[in-house]
């Protein structure tokens, strides 16, 4: 597609169940990010991947999440037994390139809305 | 750790007024970025500062980012409806290439 496409657009789960988010990059893109926006919020750093290196896990906020990126393309954020806390919106961007590069550009998906009730 | 503050958290600004927004960083960067997000949509990059001293201008906005390339600014003229929206910063330090550190945005309303 011509953007970063995310799914589900919305998800209302019940606290103590798993979620799973989808991101699909732009084509080509070697550069995939997570970030987590709650309502009015900033923007807080989950999880890097760059091509086929070790993904940068430092901001992910306790081990009930994950996230892989299968064949340096699409990704997959997992809740586990989410916590009302939990909600938010889980926004994924990619770049051509690492964001330092010069030039580089970062474009970000619509976001999935998650609720958890 | 790092971390990347900006101000002000909120701007009221009357239609053709100018303002600014300033991030600070605790941290030396490498370059900072700005990005805008309108209300229910996701951010959208606006440009990327690399040098000490830099300073770049699209169209009504001037980013400008600092001698020491801890701090930067936007600042906008002549503030027009379409400005409304989240502006963020996002700096990334020599260290750590991939983790973007976002600011925690200055939310701007526009009275025509």
């Known amino acids: 597609g011509a953007g970063v496409s995310q799914s589900p657009s919305n998800k209302v789960t019940e606290k103590g169940k798993d979620v799973e988010l989808r991101c699909d990059p732009i084509s080509g893109h070697t550069a995939l990010y997570w970030y987590r926006q709650s309502l009015g919020q900033g923007l807080e750093f989950l999880i890097y991947f760059q091509g086929n290196s070790a993904p940068d896990k430092s901001g992910l906020p306790s081990d009930r999440f994950s996230a892989e990126r299968t064949g340096g393309s699409v990704s997959t954020l997992t809740i586990q037994r989410t916590q009302q806390e939990d909600s938010a919106v889980y926004l994924c961007a990619s770049s051509p390139q690492p964001p330092g590069h010069l030039g580089n550009t970062i474009y970000f998906g619509e976001g999935s809305w998650l609720t958890v009730v | ?112």
């Open chain 2, 1 to 112: 750790g790092q971390q990347v503050m900006q101000i002000p958290q909120y701007q009221h600004v009357q239609e053709g007024e100018d303002f600014t927004t300033y991030c600070n960083s605790s941290t030396t960067l490498s370059n900072i970025q700005w990005y805008k997000q309108r209300p229910g949509g996701h951010p959208v990059f606006l440009i990327q500062l690399v040098k000490s001293g830099e300073v770049k201008k699209q169209k009504r906005l001037t980013f400008q980012f600092g001698e020491a390339k801890k701090n930067s600014s936007l600042h906008i003229t002549a503030t027009q409806t379409t400005d409304v929206g989240t502006y963020f910063c996002a700096g990334i330090t020599t260290d750590s290439w991939g983790k973007l550190q976002f600011g925690a945005g200055t939310q701007v309303v526009v009275t025509p």
